[in-house]
Each structure stands twice: as C-alpha cells, then as structure tokens.
C-alpha cells in the first residue's frame, strides 16, 4: 500500500463549487504539505502543517483552507473553486524531526483537478 | 527571497549516454539541502538524490550523482548510462532546515533510442 494517499486522484467540477480534497499518510511524520503543479511553474506551495495545532499559510493561499484532522490526514478545501485554480495538487510529508530526520518530502500521487 | 532556478526547459539524450541537468539557487543560508525529484508520465514525485550543504563529497544514487558547487549556488544532477525509464520531468528543490521547500521550475528530459 502507498505510504501517502490522495483522493480523489481525478475531479471535475464547475466555477463556484466548494471541492475537498483529502490526503492521508501511513509514515508516521508530523509535517504535511499541499502543493500545486501548472506548467512552467514547477511546485508552489499553498499551506503546511508541522502537527494536528500548527498550520501555515504557504506561497500561494487565497482561496484555499486546509483541515488537519490527525496526524494522519491533511486535507485542502477550495471554498469557490474558479478555472485558474484548474491544476495537478500534491501532498506530501516531510521526516523532518527536532531530534534529526532526513528532512525529505514524501508525495501522494497527486489529484488533478479540474474547474469548468 | 529563496528561489530555485533550472535553466533548461527541455534537454534530450541519446540511451546509454551522459546527461547533466543544471540547477542555481539563491539563499542566505549556510545550512540547508538541495533535492532532485523525477516525476515520470504517471506524475509520481520520485525522490531521486538529497545532498546536505555542510556536505562537501557530491552524493551518488547509482547511476544519478550530482555537482554541488556551494560557494557558486549550484546544484547539477548527472545522470549516466541513460535508460528510457529516465525520461521524466526533472525538479531541482531547496530546503532549508526545518523549513518549506521551494522547487525549480522543471526540465523535460526526452531519452533517445
């Protein structure tokens, strides 16, 4: 089974409709991440979260929220999804520990998502 | 402000032959990490090598090293003996520690039979 899941790994919806998309992880990692994919712009981070208390807003927020229900799970809401928010969302986890991890970014496999 | 730059959108090259992808970054910082991702048509993100800057031997993953030139802010990845299964788009990413990550912009490697 995959250490980092997504769901759904595909969707389609129409210009102001509330989307969740959920992520949940098996490797135990505090860190968690969403990210979004556009051609010619590589990764830009949208939020992370260091534990279930400790969320923060990353490159490029507007529009998005984020819920971290457990350790485990991580999932980012688009609260009116537009067209410009049509791209490739990754999650990922991070090793990163106080006492000294490898501080490595672990991905799902992405759902692409896409706003009519 | 970090930034990760990859300078070639697209590089191809010939199977069984050596290919370098080329990657500068701007920080501040003296302590951080550098990774290159591979993301294959499946859109995987595949962790391919990971270099520490306080690190002065270039990391080696079999066929996949790199050429870190810190004082230069450089960060290539080599790869050797290339194989269809290569082609991929390519992510040169930096990290400082304990921090987000901030990612390239990508290159296309296309393999040649």
């Known amino acids: 089974d995959a250490d980092v899941t997504q769901t759904p790994r595909n969707r389609i919806t129409k210009t102001g409709k509330r989307i969740m998309l959920e992520c949940s992880q098996t490797?135990?990692?505090?860190?968690m991440y969403w990210y979004r994919q556009d051609p010619g712009l590589g990764l830009r981070l949208i939020y992370y979260?260091?534990?279930?208390?400790?969320?923060n807003k990353g490159e490029i927020s507007d529009g998005y929220s984020v819920s971290r229900q457990a350790q485990a799970k991580f999932s980012l809401s688009l609260e009116s999804a537009i067209p410009n928010q049509t791209a490739l969302y990754f999650c990922a986890t991070s090793d990163f520990t106080l006492a000294g991890g490898k501080d490595t970014q672990y991905f799902g496999p992405g759902t692409r998502l896409t706003v009519l | 402000a970090q930034t990760v730059t990859q300078s070639q959108p697209e590089m191809s090259v010939q199977e069984a032959e050596t290919v370098t992808l080329s990657c500068t970054y701007d920080?501040?910082?003296?302590?951080?990490?550098l990774f290159w991702y591979k993301q294959p048509p499946s859109r995987q993100m595949i962790l391919v090598i990971r270099q520490e800057a306080y690190k002065q031997q270039n990391a080696t993953e079999n066929r996949f090293s790199v050429n870190f030139q810190k004082a230069a802010k450089s960060f290539s990845l080599k790869i050797s003996d290339s194989q269809l299964g290569d082609a991929a788009m390519y992510f040169c990413?930096?990290?400082?520690?304990?921090?987000?990550?901030?990612f390239g912009t990508g290159t296309s490697l296309t393999v040649i039979p």
């Open positions: 979260s260091f534990d279930v208390k400790d969320i």
């Open positions: 990413a930096y990290r400082v520690t304990g921090n987000q990550f901030y």
């Open positions: 490797k135990g990692h505090d860190r």
């Open positions: 920080t501040s910082e003296s302590d951080y990490y």
